[in-house]
Each structure stands twice: as C-alpha cells, then as structure tokens.
C-alpha cells in the first residue's frame, strides 16, 4: 500500500518551459515534505522541502505547493533546463518517526533543448 | 567538506551468503540513515542510527543489521541473502534526530545483486 504516489513515470518539457511533476498521499500524519533529485549513479540530492503549515515553498526556479485537503503537492521548475533532467522523487514524514522517509516511486524529467 | 561516500560500489553475491556494506558519513553528522532502493521504485527506508543506537527500524526482517562507529562511518549487514534483496542499497547522513527534519545528504549507494 503505497502512501506516496507519482503517478507520472516520466514527463517530457521543452528547455525554457515550466516542468510540474506531481504527488499525492495518502497518510494525513504526514507533516514534512520533500523533493529530491537523482542523477544516475548518484545518490538523491535535497531540492526543496515544504512543512504542513505551508501551501507553498519557493527557491529561485523551483516552486513547491502544498494541498493538504487534496493531499496533494506538486513541485514546478520554471524555466525548465536540459540540466534539470533527472529523476525526481517526492518525499514525505512525520515529525519523530525517526529518519523515516517515504518515498514515491520518482518521475523522469526529461527537459529537451 | 566531505560528502556521504559508500563502498563497494558495486556487489555480486548468492542466494544465501551475508553482505556487509559501508558508508562513511558527512563530516560532524551523527545520525545515518540505510534505504533499500529496489528496480523502478523509491528508496524504502530500513533503519537509522543515531550516536551509535539504533533509533527507528522500517519493515524489515533482523536478518538486516547495523552499526554506526564514532568516527561516522557505518556498516549495513545482511544475512541469508535472498533473491529479493538485489537492489541499490543507500545511506543518508543527518545532523541531530528526524524530530527537526534535519536534511538528509545521500551517499551514491551500492550497488547489490544477489544471484
């Protein structure tokens, strides 16, 4: 029973245009969020977070929304680059669950040129 | 500033033989976290340690052990390896406990195939 879901495998986006990658959960505990980013033969590198007392989040081009009666948030790069090409995971916890992180299955961005 | 660094990077063994695998934190981080990252799926978390105890355990069997030592380095042990266990093994290095939602740095993980 998976309690974080990215529905999209993979999304497609021209350089320049705005990338939103997308996940839903399903635990109302859930309290803490976060996007993290992989490379192949890297290990996920933090990209942004966004606390349930938030419904958005931004740093520079990445923008992170919160929807906590939908149970929904999506993460949006604008404008995207070909460096932005990664596997994006959506991350989620609860405060005091001691490290546990719970993780969707990740979307392939791919930002063509 | 060193990063998370594991090792092997990459690890053949069979069905039934005992892995032990490595990572070496962030500097002055004294918490480690281990994931297990199997094919097309997210990181699913294992443990974590925290000044060297055990301090959280996600849905895993004992036959998945840890140690954190005090120069931060830590180890991931599995015995009676199964099938199941071949994935992409990562661990995360936190400054403090999960209570602050402190920023977990990821190592590159290791690599595991069990045959």
């Known amino acids: 029973d998976q309690q974080v879901k990215q529905n999209s495998p993979s999304l497609s986006v021209q350089e320049g245009r705005i990338s939103i990658l997308n996940c839903d959960y399903t635990?109302?505990?859930?309290?803490?969020f976060l996007w993290y980013k992989k490379y192949p033969a890297e290990g996920p590198t933090f990209l942004i977070s966004?606390?349930?007392?938030?419904d958005k989040n931004e740093d520079g081009r990445f923008t992170v929304f919160l929807n906590k009666s939908a149970k929904h948030l999506s993460l949006h790069i604008v404008p995207s680059q070909p460096g932005d090409s990664a596997v994006y995971f959506c991350?989620?916890?609860?405060?005091?669950?001691?490290?546990?992180?719970?993780f969707g299955k990740g979307t392939k961005l791919s930002v063509k040129p | 500033e060193t990063g998370v660094t594991q090792s092997p990077t990459h690890l053949i063994k069979t069905r039934g033989q005992q892995v032990t695998l490595r990572c070496s934190s962030q500097?002055?981080?004294?918490?480690v976290s281990w994931y297990q990252q199997a094919l097309g799926q997210g990181p699913q978390f294992i443990f974590q340690?925290?000044?060297?105890?055990?301090?959280g355990r996600g849905n895993f069997p004992p036959r998945f052990s840890g140690l954190q030592f005090p120069n931060y380095s830590s180890e991931l042990n599995v015995n009676a390896l199964e099938l199941d266990d071949s994935a992409l093994y990562l661990c995360?290095?936190?400054?403090?406990?999960?209570?602050?939602?402190?920023?977990?740095?990821f190592g590159p993980g290791t690599r595991l195939t069990v045959l």
């Open positions: 995360a290095s936190s400054l403090g406990t999960s209570g602050s939602h402190n920023e977990q740095f």
């Open positions: 635990n109302s505990m859930f309290d803490y």
């Open positions: 966004i606390s349930s007392i938030k």
């Open positions: 991350a989620a916890s609860v405060t005091g669950s001691q490290g546990n992180l719970i």
């Open positions: 500097s002055g981080h004294n918490t």
């Open positions: 340690y925290y000044r060297e105890e055990e301090n």
